[in-house]
T-cell receptor
């Protein structure tokens, strides 16, 4: 069935270090892969997304890479800051217009 | 402009009672989605609307759950005969159109079934 696996579930890094979160998906028809950030007690917000016709996309300190053959995609945050601390969710969009989310990664950035 | 709003923000109900959760999407957004987020878990897809129609109801956990959307705008999620395992945050999101693209989330309704 449709499934998105996300690792790790928790990630602790020192301020200034990089953080990488990885996701794999099962439906080869998936064509859109967003990443959402959810701060404590707040609603999820889109931070970056990638479509299946590109392999990498960057936005300042955030980048996402996609490997369609292997069916996995990753979020890279460089020069992490304490305000990056949050739960990050990856998702895969199916051709049925459903968005399937991963289980989330709790990122803690220590000053 | 106004974002997605949901009401109530918190709801405590006794097991066996029915509850109605409301979502007001961003004006002009034709697609509306309902998700459930249990403590420390990801977002579980429940149902989505294109206009007033629900092409995919496959995520509804049981026949106690139902949802409707009227006038292409407000949506209500109804849970009948609530159970303790229904306790979660119910999130609504809307997007300009169905298909790949940003979904804008509401603040959620925290449901506690005692």
């Amino acid at each position: 069935g449709e499934n998105v696996e996300q690792h790790p579930s928790t990630l602790s890094v020192q301020e200034g270090d990089s953080a990488v979160i990885k996701c794999t998906y099962s439906d080869s028809a998936s064509n859109y892969f967003p990443w959402y950030k959810q701060e404590l007690g707040k609603r999820p917000q889109l931070i970056i997304d990638i479509r299946s016709n590109v392999g990498e996309k960057k936005d300042q300190r955030i980048a996402v890479t996609l490997n369609k053959t292997a069916k996995h995609f990753s979020l890279h945050i460089t020069e992490t800051q304490p305000e990056d601390s949050a739960v990050y969710f990856c998702a895969a969009h199916l051709d049925t217009d459903k968005l399937i989310f991963g289980t989330g990664t709790r990122l803690q950035v220590f000053p | 402009g106004a974002g997605v709003s949901q009401s109530p923000s918190n709801k405590v109900t006794e097991k066996g009672k029915d509850v109605e959760l409301r979502c007001d999407p961003i004006s002009g957004h034709t697609a509306l989605y309902w998700y459930r987020q249990s403590l420390g878990q990801g977002l579980e897809f429940l149902i989505y609307f294109q206009g007033n129609s629900a092409p995919d109801k496959s995520g509804l956990p049981s026949d106690r759950f139902s949802a409707e959307r009227t006038g292409g705008s407000v949506s209500t999620l109804t849970i009948q005969r609530t159970q303790q395992e229904d306790s979660a945050v119910y999130l609504c999101a809307s997007s300009l159109a169905p298909g790949p693209g940003e979904q804008y989330f509401g603040p959620g309704t925290r449901l506690t079934v005692t």
